[in-house]
């Protein structure tokens, strides 16, 4: 998880650190205070015969908050877990999922299969938008304003499945078929 993320978590109360309690955070607190104290000092120290000034407080209070900050990321920071080197890299899940879409309609496919009305309303009222969308782009007419014409470009198996009542589900062979013809349009 991302540095960012932690520390949004933590301040929308969503992340709980058991063993920080307020005097622990104090003398952190403390600790970091002293540590720009010393460290101002030795700064002070360099510019005074480069004869610079720079108000002391001032110094001391953006060391004390760069250092804070630090120990922040330092202890908020998540460990990362060990590096399994024996495994094959080719073999490894990937961290993200570039294929959800695809097993978002797996899975509508899948709840559709033998529902004729819910198989209309899920997936063959999105593959009518889809053609239609693809007919205006690229053939330069609407399915619902020139069915004649749809007809003809789509072909009678695509045009009377996008059109008429779905009685049954078609199979994964149909479906296939009406997908690739989709492709081609």
């Known amino acids: 998880m991302r540095m960012r993320t932690r520390i949004a978590r933590l301040l929308a109360g969503g992340l709980t650190f058991t063993g920080y309690t307020p005097a622990w955070l104090a003398g952190q607190a403390g600790v970091a205070g002293g540590l720009a104290l010393v460290i101002s000092t030795v700064i002070a120290a360099v510019l005074l015969p480069a004869q610079l000034y720079l108000e002391f407080w001032q110094m001391w209070l953006l060391i004390t908050a760069g ?47 033998g529902d004729p009305e819910w198989y209309t309303r899920v997936v063959r009222d999105r593959m009518t938008e889809l053609v239609a969308e693809r007919l205006r782009q690229r053939h330069g007419f609407r399915l619902a304003t020139d069915p004649q014409r749809a007809r003809a470009v789509l072909g009678e198996e695509l045009f009377g499945f996008l059109t008429e009542p779905v009685t049954t589900t078609p199979d994964p062979a149909r479906l296939d078929r009406l997908l690739t013809r989709i492709e081609e349009i």
Do not use: G, I, K, N
């Open 67 to 113: 250092l804070l900050m630090l120990w922040t990321a330092w202890t908020l920071r998540e460990p990362q877990p060990p590096l399994d080197l024996s495994a094959d890299p080719s073999q490894s899940e990937p961290t993200h999922r570039p294929y959800a879409q695809v097993d978002r309609w797996e899975r509508r496919l899948s709840v559709t299969s």
